[in-house]
């Protein structure tokens, strides 16, 4: 009788553990449901981010690369060890096999960039004026929180701020204003990986401009431009700076080794039309009377510019020659190893 008592509470004990992994795995594998496949949906966001076209619907997301990928996050940024989801202002990084590694909540909404192997999150303070608060920029890599920088405001939230990747680079801009509104501060910072290559604060030079524009664009070889008081910083191991003609940059891309922007001029009847610049040590104008709707991409040696007003996209190589003009019907244009125009999730390339 005695063994059987012992037998009864060893068979308990191993049940209960069995059922407490069990459950323990299987609240895991929910947070992470990962499966090889593919769906049929109508994306309402498309992305292309470290080899993958990112396709997401309401809660769901599609991962198209060698390997298809459907994922129950509404948000996903794709690495090659795995994935990190968002959702309700929550990270849940996961293997591609469903396993969850970790997990991190957030207070409030952020702007979120992954390079090949680090998703940088800014978040601003939503302070109101008169609140000291700090911006903060998070790291995080597959083992979870890498690190946090810190940006203290003068009483005064911030107006604007800039986050994009490519490659193994990411680019940070953000405007502080003082504390009566007026031009402050603009952070520039580059990363490679984690390594800061630039790292600048300038100073307001009058209370009319901005310090940054917040427009810019990095490509993957390190090259970074952004606007900055009434004209464009370009840093490619050293910073130079270039005056623009009018007023400062309204976007800025790069192609190839060279930056292009776009740039707002007040016609004599007082309208605001836009126009393309190549920027480097003589300014191009390359096309003239765009809307202030126009904007720009590239991908490696290929600019694109659209304009929803005219409805016309043109596709520029990366010395500022015109190669061909397109109708433009408010496609989602996806900056890949290709330039993509996507509609209703098919997507064809641009060059």
């Known amino acids: 009788m005695k063994k059987i008592h012992i037998f009864l509470i060893l068979l308990f004990l191993s049940t209960s553990l069995l059922i407490g992994h069990l459950i323990v795995h299987t609240r895991e594998t929910s947070k992470c449901s990962v499966s090889v496949g593919s769906a049929n949906m109508t994306p309402e966001r498309i992305s292309y981010i470290n080899g993958f076209l990112v396709l997401s619907a309401g809660n769901e997301t599609l991962l198209k690369g060698e390997t298809e990928y459907l ?36 207070l409030r909404n952020f702007r979120a960039s992954a390079s090949e192997n680090y998703l940088f999150v800014f978040t601003p303070s939503n302070a109101p004026a008169g609140i000291q608060a700090n911006d903060t920029l998070y790291a995080f890599g597959r083992d979870g929180f890498v690190e946090k920088f810190d940006f203290p405001n003068v009483y005064y939230p911030s107006r604007c701020g800039f986050l994009k990747s ?29 390594e800061i290559t630039f790292n600048r604060t300038f100073t307001f030079r009058d ?25 464009v910083g370009i840093f490619n191991g050293s910073l130079r700076y270039i005056e623009l003609p009018y007023r400062g940059a ?11 922007a776009l740039v707002g001029r007040e016609t004599p ?51 500022g020659k015109l190669l061909k003009v397109l109708e433009y019907r408010g496609e989602t244009v996806v900056e890949g190893r290709m330039l993509l125009l996507c509609n209703a999730g098919n997507c064809a390339p641009v060059n």
């Open 250 to 260: 309204d976007d800025i891309a790069i192609a190839g080794n060279n930056v292009f």
């Open 71 to 106: 994922v129950n996050f509404p948000e996903v940024y794709p690495f090659e060890w795995g994935v990190i989801g968002v959702r309700n202002f929550t990270l849940y990084a996961c293997t591609y096999s469903g396993q969850l590694l970790w997990e991190y909540s957030l």
């Open 269 to 319: 009847n007082f309208e605001v039309v836009e126009e393309l610049l190549l920027v480097g040590e003589h300014l191009k104008v390359l096309k003239g009377n765009l809307s202030g709707n126009a904007e720009l991409f590239s991908s490696g040696n290929y600019l694109l510019l659209v304009d929803p007003l005219a409805k016309r996209a043109y596709l520029f190589s990366s010395d």
């Open 207 to 231: 209370s009319i401009e901005d310090p940054v524009y917040c427009v810019g664009d990095v490509s993957a070889n390190g090259l970074a431009a952004f606007g900055l008081y009434g004209g």
């Open 166 to 194: 490519r490659g193994n680079y990411t680019l940070f801009l953000l405007d502080q204003p003082q504390a009566d509104g007026s031009a402050g501060l603009g952070r520039v910072i580059l990363f490679r990986g984690l």
